[in-house]
């Protein structure tokens, strides 16, 4: 049996800018982080008693004696692409799906590393991010950019670049006075709102050409974001004043990315002391993380009474296997898929 851990991801700046269409003619750029909340990815080999040969439990149960009727496509195509079969997996998490995380990617790189562990194999945090891509933009053919794969895979506060060759990671580098200072002045709420990232993406790509200038200038202010945190008699509040301009320009990208109510949330938040804050992943709905000084918090929270916070804490690890006990296992004529 093995029970893989991944986190979700935060998206601070040059959110859509990871989108392969922008990338590969004029670069991109992402600040993100993974924070304490987590999907769990538990996968053992099936016992034959049954009379089927693959049991799935996500948010719905599935029993297929084929691999060809999973109706999941992620884990269809993922069992397809490492030779996968007799498996039981179940699929938990401390957040709800389809609320603007990532948490399809953090599904993604968690099954992934869950089923090579299976296999007796190490898969590196790199081969887990590209082949979570792969699967969800080429197999699955699901729109979407792709830092969510790469954060949940590698962990941490990063950097992420995209160039037409690929991506590279770079851990931000700022002490870790600093780094909790930030986590304290950041609170994060949960709107109740939530939709499929891929239609939004669609919504966004629509307009894309009318929309790179939008899309240059959030690029660029990802170096003036990592700057702030660097630069240690910088005020963090600048952060906060820059998450502000960064969602208003994300706003401008997409007609689906905020909604009246989304925009009031914001409104209030606003009103009772958040100098910023923006909507996490795509848009559309899910959660919103503002930065709050901390003797305005109480007032933030009374604002937005009613609405879920969902205290949180930066980590740094990524995907990895919490559990690992190994199986003997041998295919056999007629043992199914």
Same mark, same amino acid.
């Given at each position: 049996?093995?029970?893989?851990? $991944? ?16 990338? /590969? ?15 769990? %990815?538990? %996968? ?19 029993? %297929?004696?084929?691999?060809?009727? =999973? ?31 990532? $948490? ?28 979570? =891509?792969?699967?969800? /933009? ?11 794969? =790469? ?78 945190? %660097? ?25 689906? =990315?905020? $909604? ?52 949180? /804490? ?10 690992? $006990? ?12």
């Amino acid at each position: 049996m093995v029970i893989s851990q $991944t986190p979700f991801r935060m998206s601070f700046f040059g959110g859509g800018t990871d989108m392969e269409s922008f990338f /590969r003619e004029h670069g991109g750029k992402v600040l993100s982080t993974t924070f304490d909340k987590y999907c769990y %990815v538990n %996968v053992r080999h099936l016992p034959r008693f049954f009379d089927y040969s693959t049991e799935l439990s996500y948010s719905k149960i599935e029993r %297929v004696t084929d691999v060809e009727d =999973i109706c999941h496509p992620a884990i269809r195509n993922a069992m397809k692409l490492l030779d996968m079969h007799e498996i039981r997996l179940t699929y938990e998490a401390d957040l709800p799906a389809r609320s603007g995380l990532g $948490t399809s990617s953090s599904f993604a790189v968690g099954m992934l590393n869950a089923f090579y562990a299976l296999k007796g194999k190490y898969a590196d945090k790199k081969r887990l991010a590209d082949e979570a =891509i792969y699967l969800e /933009r080429q197999l699955c053919q699901e729109a979407g950019g792709w830092q969510d794969q =790469i954060a949940a895979a590698y962990g941490g506060f990063n950097r992420i670049e995209f160039r037409e060759d690929g991506y590279e990671v770079f851990p931000v580098i700022f002490s870790r006075e600093r780094k909790q200072e930030l986590n304290e002045h950041l609170m994060m709420f949960f709107t109740g709102f939530t939709r499929f990232s891929a239609d939004i993406q669609k919504s966004t790509q629509l307009s894309a050409k009318d929309k790179t200038a939008q899309l240059l200038e959030m690029l660029s202010l990802v170096t003036e974001a990592e700057r702030i945190l %660097v630069n240690g008699k910088s005020s963090l509040n600048e952060f906060g004043r820059l998450l502000n301009h960064t969602w208003n320009l994300k706003r401008q990208t997409g007609d689906k =990315i905020s $909604t009246e109510g989304i925009d009031l949330i914001y409104e209030k938040a606003l009103k009772a002391g958040a100098l910023g804050g923006k909507l996490l992943g795509a848009g559309g709905g899910g959660f919103f993380v503002f930065y709050v000084e901390p003797d305005r918090q109480k007032q933030v929270r009374e604002a937005l009474e009613g609405i879920l916070h969902v205290p949180f /804490r930066f980590e740094d690890g990524g995907t990895k296997i919490i559990h690992y $006990t190994p199986e003997e296992y041998s295919r056999t004529e007629g043992s199914g898929i």
